[in-house]
């Protein structure tokens, strides 16, 4: 038994030595080979870099004697950080911008966040990362390969017409100069130049991208700010103009209390608004965010030819911090226009979509309604159906009360009198809704002829009142006028209702509400 113990010993040992062997082999360099193993490390191409008597970065690949290089592979041109940058000025196809840089430094002696303006245009805010993109590959510059320490495939290469140059000042005043040709195939890249070699290096397409951009890339397109809080959020007139407006239309807020409409049109014609037409316009004025910035500095002519010097649509809304003046032109075939603040000196496009005041017209915002006054604000209903005249005397009363919990409700009860009977409250709220929802077909001032055929009165618990009244016109359609102003057209059908349901409802019986 120990022998075979013993013997089970050996033969593991000698496993172990053998395996040992094995990989000595494998890795001890062959007969006649000196190689040590870490060369097999790609240790990146064998280059200089220097700052010649003009303060310019400038990198050498050192060849053999041959003039070849031996490991054409990685190296690095620049290495610095955007903090150490001055000033970059590029050129490229949509022309040419300069960026300065700065970098504050606090009490304690740190850094702060740098601070980049284009020069020519300190006022303007750019955009947020375009010049921090711009300073992160103006600080550092990285290559893949060589492609030609002579220039003799600079043509191939796109360098007849560079995408851009650039040139980078630093804090510790030297430069650098990067010229951005071509694009390689596949995707591997894109060539460019540096310093004032002809060799042309292929570097990571995004690490010269930046360098495209145009100056109007570089503004920020917010067109202009949102209100601060909601007492700045709310206007107290806005007025549209401009060649879709042959007259002005102003709105304004509705604080009669009389009408159910939040806003009112006093101009040309005082109207209610339509709820929706008039809250699309209130709601594309402020924090407005345009798709791209088209120009900035346009000049008179560029303007005329924007559709600017003489505006489609012009809007100015007063609030309470500010007034916001906009001018935009007509939408194009793909329905964008150009928007820029009134004497602004940036030009932006925006969908039309986006800015429903362009295409906005006065027909669109007068309320759909005839007239839909409040129940509560009527004191009394006059009706004249064409043959019969109907008084309804109306009082609202509001009496809130508190529960054991101190919780505070309030009821509103609303009575409604005909020749000192009182009626169901429920039945009249039926007729007085299907009169003041009557909705208009169309907007138009035709004027009417011949006797009214319904008349409704109302007078406001204020002492005002408006008057309602519907003639026969063209067809199956009345023209309504309101206070001795035409409205519009609307359909016989329910107009016709109501001059049978106010017989019914004045003897206190229920009538059918239109809606149902």
Known sequence: MKKNVKLLIIIAIAAVVLVGVMLLLIFLPKAGDDANPMDSIDKGIDMSTS?????????KINTNDKGE???????????????????????????TMEIKSETPVDDDGKTEKTVYTLVGFEDFSLQAGFPDAIANDA?????SKVISLDG?????CGFD??????LVTYTDNTKAKIIVGGDAPSSAGTYVKFGTSDTIYLVGSDAVDSFSYSLTDMFSKAINDAASNTDNSQYSKITLSGKNFPQSVVLEPNNDGKNSATTVITSPKKTYANEDASSKVSGAIRGLFAESVKMVNPSDAQLKELGLSDPYAAIEAVYPDTTVSLIASKPDSSGKVNIMPKGGKVVYTMASANLP????????????????????????????NGSDTYTF??????????????EESTTTTTTVVYKDNELNSSYFSTFFQNLTLLTKSDTTADKPSGNAVFTAEYKYSDGSTDTVKFYNADGNKYLAEVNGESV??????NPSKLIEQVKTVANNKEVTDFAA
Do not use: C
């Open 69 to 95: 290089i031996e490991n054409n592979s990685y190296g690095t041109l620049l290495e610095y950080v955007p903090a150490k940058i001055s000033t970059i000025n590029v050129e490229n196809t949509s022309g």
């Open 152 to 156: 003799a495939k600079a043509s191939e």
């Open 161 to 166: 017409s560079p995408k851009a140059t650039v």
């Open 488 to 493: 519009g057209h609307l359909y016989k059908t």
């Open 139 to 143: 600080a550092a510059l990285d290559f």
């Open 51 to 59: 700052v010649d008597e003009n303060g310019m970065h400038q990198a």
């Open 393 to 406: 005397d109306i009082s609202t009363k509001e009496t809130t009360t508190t529960n054991e919990d101190g």
């Open 357 to 384: 005041w362009v295409d906005m017209s006065y027909e669109k915002l007068t309320s759909e309604y005839v007239l839909h006054p409040l129940m509560s604000a009527v004191s009394t209903l006059t009706i004249n």
